[in-house]
């Protein structure tokens, strides 16, 4: 089976990593390169470990992780969708097998908020990894830009992790902002992202739970 590192180590995605990382920086995003795509890879294959899925799907979220936002070379609009396509010859190229590369551009297809669906473990994984993706660690430079909200929303993020409560069958993020930002500043911009999580939560039979200094924001179970 095709592993994380044979993926990592592959020429083309990591021109399309760079060239789509690049991109979205001259555009004034946060950071969409090795340290997203290495946070992402692992917070998806985490959760799926965590709540007893196969190897083979914590492999794939791993590597869906990894390559979710190649997208971001072609255009930041759809690039969910451009990346599947770009993919799907890449990984058979590769030598990874049918079954896997649908799983992976399922999931890599439908990671958006705006227009994905959550129909696979994987993909469920892989929204819930990229969504709560929230750092003082992505800001370009170490230094925010003071009139870009999400500069001040990541740059005031100083803890961030998810952790599944398979007791209480919970997945929970729990996040400390300093006061450079505010809650109400990081809801207007996660409250789609947060909503997706939840649903992706749903799907793999949890529930959703975001607590930001140490006081729960949603519904919990």
Same mark, same amino acid.
């Given at each position: 089976?095709?592993?994380?590192?044979?993926?990592?180590?592959?020429?083309?995605?990591?021109?399309?990593?760079?060239?789509?990382?690049?991109?979205?920086?001259?555009?004034?995003?946060?950071?969409?390169?090795?340290?997203?795509?290495?946070?992402? %890879?692992?917070?998806? %294959?985490?959760?799926?470990? !965590?709540?007893?899925?196969?190897?083979?799907?914590?492999? +794939?979220?791993? &590597?869906?992780?990894?390559?979710?936002?190649? *997208?971001?070379?072609?255009?930041?609009?759809?690039?969910?969708?451009?990346?599947?396509?770009? +993919? =799907?010859?890449?990984?058979?190229?590769?030598?990874?097998?049918?079954?896997?590369?649908?799983? @992976?551009?399922?999931? @890599? *297809? $439908?990671?958006?908020?705006?227009?994905?669906?959550?129909?696979?473990?994987?993909?469920?994984?892989?929204?819930?990894?990229?969504?709560?993706?929230?750092?003082?660690?992505?800001?370009?430079?170490?230094?925010? !830009?003071?009139?870009?909200?999400?500069?001040?929303? $990541?740059?005031?993020?100083?803890?961030?992790? @998810?952790?599944?409560? $398979?007791?209480?069958?919970?997945?929970?993020?729990?996040?400390?902002?300093?006061?450079?930002?505010?809650?109400?500043?990081?809801?207007?911009?996660?409250?789609?992202? &947060? @909503?997706?999580?939840?649903?992706?939560?749903? =799907?793999?039979?949890?529930?959703?739970?975001? %607590?930001?200094?140490?006081?729960?924001?949603?519904? %919990?179970?």
């Amino acid at each position: 089976m095709l592993t994380l590192k044979d993926v990592q180590n592959n020429e083309t995605i990591k021109a399309l990593v760079h060239a789509g990382n690049q991109y979205l920086a001259v555009m004034g995003y946060t950071d969409h390169g090795p340290r997203h795509l290495g946070y992402v %890879s692992h917070t998806a %294959s985490k959760i799926l470990r !965590d709540l007893g899925y196969s190897d083979r799907e914590v492999e +794939l979220a791993a &590597i869906a992780g990894w390559v979710h936002d190649v *997208g971001n070379s072609v255009n930041r609009i759809e690039h969910g969708q451009s990346g599947a396509v770009l +993919l =799907f010859p890449i990984l058979r190229e590769m030598g990874m097998a049918s079954a896997d590369v649908v799983e @992976v551009i399922m999931a @890599v *297809g $439908n990671h958006e908020e705006q227009s994905g669906f959550v129909s696979s473990v994987v993909s469920a994984a892989l929204a819930i990894a990229d969504k709560s993706d929230a750092h003082k660690s992505r800001v370009r430079g170490g230094k925010p !830009d003071p009139t870009d909200p999400h500069d001040r929303v $990541n740059f005031a993020i100083q803890h961030n992790r @998810v952790i599944v409560d $398979n007791e209480r069958k919970v997945i929970r993020q729990e996040i400390q902002m300093d006061s450079t930002s505010s809650v109400l500043e990081f809801l207007s911009i996660y409250m789609e992202r &947060i @909503v997706m999580c939840e649903k992706a939560a749903a =799907f793999l039979g949890q529930h959703f739970e975001l %607590s930001i200094n140490d006081r729960l924001v949603n519904k %919990s179970a």
